[in-house]
Each structure stands twice: as C-alpha cells, then as structure tokens.
C-alpha cells in the first residue's frame, strides 16, 4: 500500500519526507512486525523496537521525535479512528461473502469446521 494513500484514509500528517513509499503490511503487534511493515501504536518503547524490526513506517498520535529519517511517520488525532478507517479500507477492497442462516445450521456447521 502507499504510504500517500495510508496518510489520506487516516487523516493524518506525514512529519517528514521518507526515502519509502510503501508499505507491505499493516501490524499492531510488535512481536510480529517483518521489515516493511506500517506499525500502529501509542507506545514509545514499541515504536523504537519496530524501527528495530527494520518497519517502513509508523501511525502514532502523541508528540515524539522523529527517531529515523528514512521510515514514514504519520501523526493521527486519534489512533484507534486511524485503526477503524484503515480496517474499513481493507474490508471495502476485499471480496467478501456472507451468509445467513438459523442457530441450529449455524451450531452443526460449527460441528464440521
């Protein structure tokens, strides 16, 4: 995804000019962060261990200095708004299907999975 489109769905302000302009996956946990990750998170300890982790950047919504030039830094008003429009973007671009059924088909279906 690029990191243009991540800074419009969540509203919020890219601090600097990074050498990246993508990012392969989105995390919250900083246990499974992969190099060229976006890192959610209101952590300062968390964000210097995803930068750690080699992240391509970092949605935060607190006052913190820029801790590498390279990684995109996004600031958000709030970080669990910017969470729900990026989970929203995902969800609106994938092909899901839904289907309906009673409590007893829902129970047996259950039984076979």
């Known amino acids: 995804m690029q990191i243009t489109s991540v800074v419009d769905i969540v509203k ?3 601090l600097n000019s990074p050498s990246i302009s993508f990012v392969y ?5 900083v246990n499974k962060l992969q190099e060229g990750d976006l890192f959610i ?13 080699g ?9 913190m200095d820029i801790l590498d030039k390279e990684i995109a830094w996004i600031k958000v008003d709030n970080i669990n708004s910017a969470l729900i429009k990026l989970i929203r973007f ?24």
């Open 25 to 29: 996956n989105i995390k919250t946990k």
């Open 90 to 113: 995902k969800l609106s671009t994938s092909e899901l299907k839904a289907y309906h059924c009673n409590e007893f088909t829902f129970d047996l279906l259950n039984v076979f999975t």
């Open 55 to 63: 992240v391509f950047g970092i949605i935060f919504d607190f006052d």
């Open 41 to 53: 998170s209101n952590n300062k300890d968390e964000i210097k261990e995803a930068i750690e982790k």
């Open 12 to 14: 919020g302000e890219i």
